[in-house]
């Protein structure tokens, strides 16, 4: 299903209105009050966004991207709010909840780990907001990562700084505060540069990128019985573009972790539409940047092994797929 895009598809009038449950009595239609409950509803289209609690905090992305700015303020007090720019936005078309990342927009947050006489590799933080209208989701600001010459990004869960907030008046106030140590800050940017630099020195050849990818991001082959032609197609189209990336980073970069790493947050960060894929692109960035953190500090271990690295993954996917089918609701067959 098509996915909002621009930031005018998703900042638009919010309206909070009780809930009514309708029916007929002696031929008469009757109208009664819901107690505890609101709706969320689209004012411009009229559509309800969500049902949800008379204590939710309604925030609309007009309001919630105005908090981000102060996050950016706060985080990097070296830059002007006129400096951040809204790069991405990322929502269903239902627009029950949305992803806004910002990212600055001149050089002063630029770093790289590449010697000046080697190709430049420019990284810079942008600044995603979450915020939801059907309670499923809490206001969140992650800072994340990305590769400026292809906007490849990641976030790095329970390590780069991130704030949370259930939509309720205890949680959201009139103003949120954030509160950031700017000496931990700078040291998850030297940590970030560290592993980066880290991955060009781990060989992967090229047979191993797909593998790798799919093992990272949990990408697995339709299960038995549900091998229709359409989920099958689907797989070879998945398979197909994760070849030309590899080969295209493996060219670029050389047959190495950091290629195989690229390769990794472009998907993530441009999934492809595709039924065997399940994930959004939020929690793509952050499953490519937990193993980021992960794979960082197996690589140095001195007897590591690609191969046993990508076993393991392999074992994980089995063991998921397993939990998966024990778990999935039996299936009803119609008697026609």
Same mark, same amino acid.
């Given at each position: 299903?098509?996915?909002?895009?621009?930031?005018?598809?998703?900042?638009?009038?919010?309206?909070?209105?009780?809930?009514?449950?309708?029916?007929?009595?002696?031929?008469?239609?009757?109208?009664?009050?819901?107690?505890?409950?609101?709706?969320?509803?689209?004012?411009?289209?009229?559509?309800?966004?969500?049902?949800?609690?008379?204590?939710? #905090?309604?925030?609309?992305?007009?309001?919630?991207?105005?908090?981000?700015?102060?996050?950016?303020?706060?985080? !990097?007090?070296?830059?002007?709010?006129?400096?951040?720019?809204?790069?991405?936005?990322?929502?269903?078309?239902?627009?029950?909840?949305?992803?806004?990342?910002?990212?600055?927009?001149?050089?002063?947050?630029?770093?790289?780990?590449?010697?000046?006489?080697?190709?430049?590799?420019?990284?810079?933080?942008?600044?995603?907001?979450?915020?939801?209208?059907?309670?499923? #989701?809490?206001?969140? !600001?992650?800072?994340?990562?990305?590769?400026?010459?292809?906007?490849?990004?990641?976030?790095?869960?329970?390590?780069?700084?991130?704030?949370?907030?259930?939509?309720?008046?205890?949680? =959201?106030?009139?103003?949120?505060?954030?509160?950031?140590?700017?000496? #931990?800050?700078?040291?998850?940017?030297?940590?970030?540069?560290?592993?980066?630099?880290?991955?060009?020195?781990?060989?992967?050849?090229?047979?191993?990128?797909?593998?790798? =990818?799919?093992?990272?991001?949990?990408?697995?082959?339709?299960?038995?019985?549900?091998?229709?032609?359409?989920?099958?197609?689907?797989?070879?189209?998945?398979?197909?573009? *994760?070849?030309?990336?590899?080969?295209?980073?493996?060219?670029?970069?050389?047959?190495?972790?950091?290629?195989?790493?690229?390769? =990794?947050?472009? !998907?993530?960060?441009?999934?492809?539409?595709?039924?065997?894929?399940?994930?959004?692109?939020?929690?793509?960035?952050?499953?490519?940047?937990?193993?980021?953190?992960?794979?960082?500090?197996?690589?140095? =271990?001195?007897?590591?092994?690609?191969?046993?690295? *990508?076993?393991?993954?392999?074992?994980?996917?089995?063991?998921?797929?397993?939990?998966?089918?024990?778990?999935?609701?039996?299936?009803?067959?119609?008697?026609?």
């Amino acid at each position: 299903m098509p996915r909002l895009s621009q930031l005018e598809d998703v900042v638009f009038p919010v309206e909070e209105h009780p809930v009514f449950v309708s029916y007929a009595e002696d031929s008469i239609e009757r109208r009664l009050a819901v107690p505890g409950k609101k709706a969320i509803v689209n004012g411009k289209n009229h559509r309800v966004l969500g049902i949800v609690s008379r204590d939710y #905090r309604l925030v609309n992305n007009a309001e919630a991207l105005e908090m981000a700015l102060t996050c950016c303020r706060t985080a !990097f007090p070296e830059t002007k709010p006129s400096e951040w720019q809204v790069k991405t936005v990322d929502a269903p078309s239902t627009a029950g909840y949305c992803h806004l990342d910002l990212v600055h927009n001149t050089n002063t947050l630029d770093f790289g780990f590449v010697p000046p006489k080697e190709r430049p590799e420019i990284f810079g933080p942008f600044i995603r907001v979450t915020n939801s209208y059907n309670g499923l #989701r809490a206001l969140a !600001f992650d800072i994340g990562f990305y590769r400026k010459v292809c906007s490849n990004g990641l976030i790095i869960p329970e390590t780069i700084i991130r704030f949370k907030f259930d939509h309720t008046r205890r949680d =959201i106030g009139k103003t949120i505060e954030f509160e950031i140590d700017q000496d #931990r800050l700078a040291k998850f940017k030297t940590d970030f540069n560290d592993a980066l630099a880290g991955l060009r020195h781990c060989a992967v050849q090229r047979t191993q990128f797909e593998p790798l =990818i799919r093992g990272v991001l949990l990408l697995q082959p339709p299960q038995p019985g549900q091998q229709d032609s359409r989920l099958a197609a689907d797989w070879r189209r998945l398979g197909a573009h *994760l070849s030309d990336m590899s080969t295209r980073y493996a060219d670029e970069l050389g047959e190495n972790a950091y290629a195989a790493f690229n390769a =990794i947050t472009e !998907f993530a960060s441009r999934p492809p539409q595709n039924r065997c894929l399940h994930r959004s692109r939020h929690s793509l960035q952050r499953i490519a940047g937990s193993w980021l953190t992960s794979f960082n500090a197996a690589c140095r =271990i001195p007897d590591f092994s690609m191969d046993d690295h *990508l076993a393991q993954l392999s074992l994980t996917h089995a063991r998921d797929a397993s939990m998966t089918r024990k778990v999935a609701p039996p299936i009803l067959e119609l008697a026609h």
